[in-house]
């Protein structure tokens, strides 16, 4: 009897560490056994390196969830989402640029967030305003890890070299025109070997043209509610004049000057670019030369910055125990030390307002010139984000490359990009 009594409670202990090594038993599963869930995003090393620390931390709070991250090209993501939502077998929880959120609505790739777990009342409390960009019809459809905002970078040592001070960036238009003049260097046959101004109308300069300088110079980019397009204006012709005048009239720069405008700045040829926080930790690893923030010179004493991020939100075809997993997976991707560590790996900025707006962070020199710009930065309605973008982008081209007047640039793309809006309105 002895024996089997030992034998009997030998057994009980070796199921007991069977069923919690399988979640069973594990304070932190989700029902009755083990779930694993699929989180997507698009490749970009930082935020998939800061990614595989958040989930480390989740899954070791979680012990029954285990999360596997896929990734894909940007060129390719949206379209791998879309093919396995045709194959029902998409992410239980995905990445998705704010811009895209009706579309995703539109191709039943999202779902909402469940009020229970997600409150309006507390997001709206807890979030900078710009989350706000993730609401249809009263309901929320995701939530940021951080946010985006733009702001100068420019070369201490270029401003020096030039005889000006590497502690006094510009803080107007014209005083960005008369340093990018000063820094700017050309041979004998008029090529650059060195530009004032870093220039990309593909990455961040169609931003920086319809939602920053539109807005100094007193437009804005659509209606308030997004369904009408607002640039073909004055202010509009005035900021796209300047835009575009860096290249044609004060000749501070030059499209595709090495090859994109990121390359000329880290490879210490450029003296200025205007860029996102995205940016901050690759521009971290120069070591040829000293380079600094400021927040974006004014028109005439206006300040506009552009807000954006790329959200996290719960996938269509989650159910059941994977719903439930996506849910916690999903509140703890956009909580406070999640944030942490998204400013610590990537360089964006904390979408709560707790962890954002501290003290050393609002004084940082890198940091606080894009907490600050998230003040009165604004984040306009978009339906189709890349249709959209790119007309922007050929609007600017036309004149550039074609020498098309303004005026009519600014009329031909109005026209262009309301009938995407229409079109879409109409669905």
Known sequence: MRFATIARLALRRQLLAAAIALGILSSGSVGARAVEIQYWQYVFDTRVQAMSEVIKQFEAENPGITVKQVTFPYADYQTRLIAAKAAGRGPDVMQLFYGWLDTFIAGKLVQPLPKASFKDAEIERDFFPIVSAMKRGGQYYGLPTAVRSMALFYNKDLFQKAGLDPDKPPQTLDELVAAAKAITKRDAAGNFQQVGM?????????????????????????????????????????????????????????????????????????GMVVDGTFRIASYKTIQGFKWGVAELPTQDGRKANFGSYFANAIGAS?????????EKFLAFISSEKAMTIWLDKVGELPARRAVALTEANIKDPIYGPFIRGLDYAATPPMVDEAAQRQVSIDMINTVLLKNTPITEALAAAATREQAILDKFKGK
């Open 318 to 326: 989650a159910t059941g125990e994977k719903l439930a997993a996506a």
């Open 198 to 270: 870093a220039l990309d109308i593909a990455r961040q300069d169609h931003n920086w043209w319809r939602e920053i300088l539109l807005r100094q110079y007193g437009g804005e980019s659509y209606s308030a509610d997004g369904s009408k397009v607002a640039y073909n204006s004055e202010a509009g012709a005035r900021s796209l004049e300047f835009y575009t005048g860096l290249q044609k009239l004060h000749r501070v720069g030059q499209e595709g000057f090495m090859d994109e405008g990121q390359a000329a700045f880290r490879g210490g040829l450029a």
